[in-house]
Every structure is written in C-alpha cells, then in structure tokens.
C-alpha cells in the first residue's frame, strides 16, 4: 500500500490487472483457487488487487481493507453496520476508478459487490465488470437477471441450469463448476484424525459447523449446545468437533467452553475435511459447507436461523422449497433442514440421534449425493480453471476493442 491506496504487484506491464473482491470465507477459498489457477494459465503474468482473507492473501493479494467487515447477512443483522458498508463501498469503488483495473470481478457476497458494481457501471461503463458465482435469481425472482444484465458484462455460474436465466436477458454467462470440488472434502484422513486428538475408535463424533458470520454462530451455538445436552444421556461416548475460521474463533472458542460432551474446536481445511472423514454425522449451519459435506459423504442435519422480520421479508421474494443446495439440485428433502422456529434442540438433537442410531439412514444421505457430488465438477477442467480462463478470455477480448489510451497503468505509474 502508498499513500493510502493499493499498488499492483510487480509484473510485467502488459499483464492484465483482476480487481477481485471477496466478501467472507467461502468467497475467499473461490478467489485463492481462481488466484490460483489464472497464475498457472498465465505463468504468474497476473496481477491481483482487491479485498480478501486469509486463502487470498496467502495467493499474494494485498487487501484494501479487512474482508470481516463484509460478512454480513441479514437485513436487520446489516443495519448496524451500514454507515461503515456505505463508506467501504464509496472507498472500493474510488481505488477501482483509480487504478482502472482490466478487470473487476466480484466473488459472490452481492449485498456489497453488487452496490460496488452499480456504481462503477454509472461512473465508467467502459470498466469490464464480471461476476463469480451468478446470483441465485432462479431461488428469488426470475426476473430480476435482466436488472444484472444492466450491471454486469460476464457471470460465472457454479450450477449447470443457471446460464439461461441471464442469457434470455442478453447477459453472457459461463457454467464453470464448483470449486469445492478441488478441496480436499472427500479425501480426509479420519483414522489419523482422531490418533491426533486422543478420539477412540469407539467414540461417536459430531462435526459441528455454525457458520462463518458472527451472527450465525450467535444465533446457533446455544441451539446446537442444547442438542449435544439431549444426545448425551443416550450417547455418552458423543466427542463434538467444531472447525471453524479466523473471522468467528474468539466467538466459538468461548461459546463452547462449556458444553457438556467433550468437544474439539479445529481450524483449518486439513483439519476440517479430516473431521469430517473421523465423524459420523454432522450438523451445520446452512451454506457452502453443505456442499463440502455432500462431498466427503457426510450425513448431515442442516439448521439456520434469522431475524423473524428479515425471514418474512425474505419469504415474499424466495421461490423454491428447500435452502440446501444437495436438496435444491435433487428437488427433494434428502438432506433434514430446520429453519426458524423448527431450529430448536428437541427437533435438532432427534434428527441427528436418527443419523447416528440408524445405518439405513445415513446410507441413503450417502448414496443420495452422489449424483449432485458428480453435478458439482462436470468435466476434466478443474472449475477454478474453467472460471480463471472464462475471464482471462474476456479481459483479452475487452482489450482488443478498448482504446489505446484508456487501458490501465501498472504499479506507481498509475494516477
């Protein structure tokens, strides 16, 4: 950083500039593999500025500002932080027009990276503005991908059905996959996992994910302590892990001081994708995860909750039936959700003592997202590759019809 703004690493002039923005931690996993794989097709002739965590930084971006300041959800749950959103917007979209980057690419997270891009587009319209991961508009309202195809030049899609929603519109999209598919979610070390961390071979272990934002696990860890409670008079042998990251650790450290089986708290995807491969049922907050656990074949019971008014909101505008994705791509309950006023530990604590008590359950979770595991990476092209080449290709093609005098400056030569 100089002079309070983001300087762009040290390559060669004519390497095309990603502004990326990531928004929380599932965000940043797709921009370090994106980082990744466009350095690979590039030999490193690249460069990344932006906003990310910890995954992005260790890829070599220099975030503007801290990415925990945009893992937000919910209406009422953002109020509070709104003054300091509007602020990190106006300040994104300044350093973006200063730098006039060749590409911007937003990384899920639409609440900020959407507001980002409006403005851009009514301050440059010359600017490329790609979007990864294409808003869920079919899970909404159809209609609302011709307001996209006003903003955006290219989308990603990570679900095959997802492109004809914004190409009917005139918005070009690109089926790239799911990079959860190059973690390492199936291929965890359980039995090294659990010599690690003194677990016999006769314990029952839970993996326990409540989420990557502080008001997830706020709101879930007391429900989820509270279902351990019941579980344990009937599973004694019952050892709870808990993976989790750098933006909520303080948070979920302390929550689970006190719960009343044994429990682990780990960090990190080695340790993560091997607790799932040690554990025999999970409960998870809705989200990525979801699919990482589909992935490593791990039955799971899925639980959220949200503001009463934000839900009743939301439910005026959502369309389909399920929040899992593994039940959205198969349009059937496979995978148990409780949502809202069935979040609760009676109801939580039945579900999983059902995953844990009856093999034939948990075996047709395992058989059942297969098919949405084989969905999840169609093809031989790793969909981190697929995206970093689908934007490589429309940064050369934007630069081949864009003035000579308008393409971007490298490091301190820029304004």
Same mark, same amino acid.
Request: hydrophobic share 45%.
């Given at each position: 950083?100089?002079?309070?703004?983001?300087?762009?690493?040290?390559?060669?002039?004519?390497?095309?500039?990603?502004?990326?923005?990531?928004?929380?931690?599932? +965000?940043?996993?797709?921009?370090?593999?994106?980082?990744?794989?466009?350095?690979?097709?590039?030999?490193?002739?690249?460069?990344?500025?932006?906003?990310?965590?910890?995954?992005?930084?260790?890829?070599? !971006?220099?975030?503007?500002?801290?990415?925990?300041?945009?893992?937000?959800?919910?209406?009422?749950?953002?109020?509070?932080?709104?003054?300091?959103?509007?602020?990190?917007?106006?300040?994104?979209?300044?350093?973006?027009?200063?730098?006039?980057?060749d590409a911007v690419v937003?990384? &899920?997270?639409?609440?900020?990276? =959407?507001?980002?891009?409006?403005?851009?587009?009514?301050?440059?319209?010359?600017? @490329?503005?790609?979007?990864? *991961?294409?808003?869920?508009?079919?899970?909404?309202?159809?209609?609302?991908?011709?307001?996209?195809?006003?903003?955006?030049?290219?989308?990603?899609? *990570? !679900?095959?059905?997802?492109?004809?929603?914004? %190409?009917?519109?005139?918005?070009?999209?690109?089926?790239?996959?799911?990079?959860?598919?190059?973690?390492?979610?199936? /291929?965890?070390?359980?039995?090294?996992?659990?010599?690690?961390?003194?677990?016999?071979?006769?314990?029952?272990?839970?993996? *326990?994910?409540?989420?990557?934002?502080? +008001?997830?696990?706020?709101?879930?860890?007391?429900?989820?302590?509270?279902?351990?409670?019941?579980?344990?008079?009937?599973?004694?042998?019952?050892?709870?892990?808990?993976?989790?990251?750098?933006?909520?650790?303080?948070?979920?450290?302390?929550?689970?001081?006190?719960?009343?089986?044994?429990?682990?708290?780990?960090?990190?995807?080695?340790?993560k994708y091997d607790a799932?491969?040690?554990?025999?049922?999970?409960?998870?907050?809705?989200?990525?995860?979801?699919?990482?656990?589909?992935?490593?074949?791990?039955?799971?019971?899925?639980?959220?909750?949200?503001?009463?008014?934000?839900?009743?909101?939301? /439910?005026?505008?959502?369309?389909?039936?399920?929040?899992? !994705?593994?039940? !959205?791509?198969?349009?059937?309950?496979?995978?148990? %959700?409780?949502?809202?006023?069935?979040?609760?530990? &009676?109801?939580?604590?039945?579900? =999983?003592?059902?995953?844990?008590? &009856?093999?034939?359950?948990?075996?047709?979770?395992?058989?059942? *997202?297969?098919?949405?595991?084989?969905? @999840? +990476?169609?093809?031989?092209?790793?969909?981190?590759?697929?995206?970093?080449?689908?934007?490589?290709?429309?940064?050369?093609?934007?630069?081949?019809?864009?003035?000579?005098e308008d393409k971007p400056?490298?490091?301190?030569?820029?304004?």
């Open positions: 950083m100089t002079a309070g703004h983001m300087v762009a690493t040290d390559v060669a002039d004519d390497a095309p500039t990603l502004f990326l923005i990531a928004g929380e931690p599932s +965000g940043d996993a797709l921009g370090a593999r994106l980082m990744a794989a466009a350095k690979r097709l590039t030999g490193g002739k690249v460069r990344f500025v932006g906003i990310g965590g910890e995954r992005m930084t260790a890829e070599g !971006l220099v975030s503007l500002f801290p990415m925990a300041e945009l893992t937000l959800f919910g209406i009422f749950e953002l109020l509070p932080h709104l003054p300091n959103l509007i602020r990190r917007i106006d300040q994104t979209v300044a350093e973006i027009l200063r730098m006039r980057p937003g990384i &899920d997270s639409p609440g900020f990276t =959407v507001r980002v891009a409006k403005k851009l587009r009514a301050a440059d319209p010359a600017i @490329l503005l790609v979007h990864y *991961v294409a808003p869920t508009v079919w899970a909404w309202k159809p209609k609302r991908a011709a307001k996209y195809a006003t903003i955006y030049d290219h989308l990603l899609a *990570v !679900l095959p059905f997802e492109p004809p929603y914004f %190409e009917k519109e005139g918005l070009a999209c690109t089926f790239v996959g799911h990079s959860v598919v190059e973690g390492r979610a199936g /291929r965890g070390d359980g039995p090294g996992f659990r010599q690690r961390h003194g677990i016999a071979a006769t314990d029952r272990v839970v993996a *326990v994910l409540p989420g990557s934002r502080k +008001g997830e696990v706020s709101r879930l860890l007391p429900d989820f302590r509270a279902t351990l409670d019941l579980l344990r008079p009937s599973h004694p042998d019952l050892v709870a892990v808990v993976p989790t990251v750098a933006t909520v650790r303080d948070r979920v450290a302390v929550a689970i001081a006190d719960w009343p089986v044994r429990t682990l708290l780990v960090e990190g995807d080695t340790e799932f491969a040690a554990a025999e049922v999970a409960l998870a907050a809705s989200g990525t995860v979801a699919l990482e656990l589909a992935l490593a074949r791990l039955p799971t019971v899925i639980a959220y909750r949200l503001n009463p008014v934000t839900v009743a909101l939301y /439910r005026r505008l959502i369309r389909v039936k399920y929040v899992n !994705l593994v039940n !959205l791509m198969l349009d059937r309950m496979l995978v148990p %959700e409780l949502l809202q006023q069935d979040c609760r530990p &009676d109801k939580l604590a039945a579900e =999983v003592g059902r995953l844990l008590d &009856d093999p034939e359950a948990r075996q047709m979770q395992i058989d059942g *997202v297969a098919e949405v595991a084989r969905w @999840l +990476g169609q093809g031989d092209i790793p969909p981190s590759e697929r995206a970093a080449r689908a934007i490589l290709d429309v940064v050369a093609e934007h630069r081949s019809i864009r003035p000579q400056r490298t490091g301190e030569q820029r304004p």
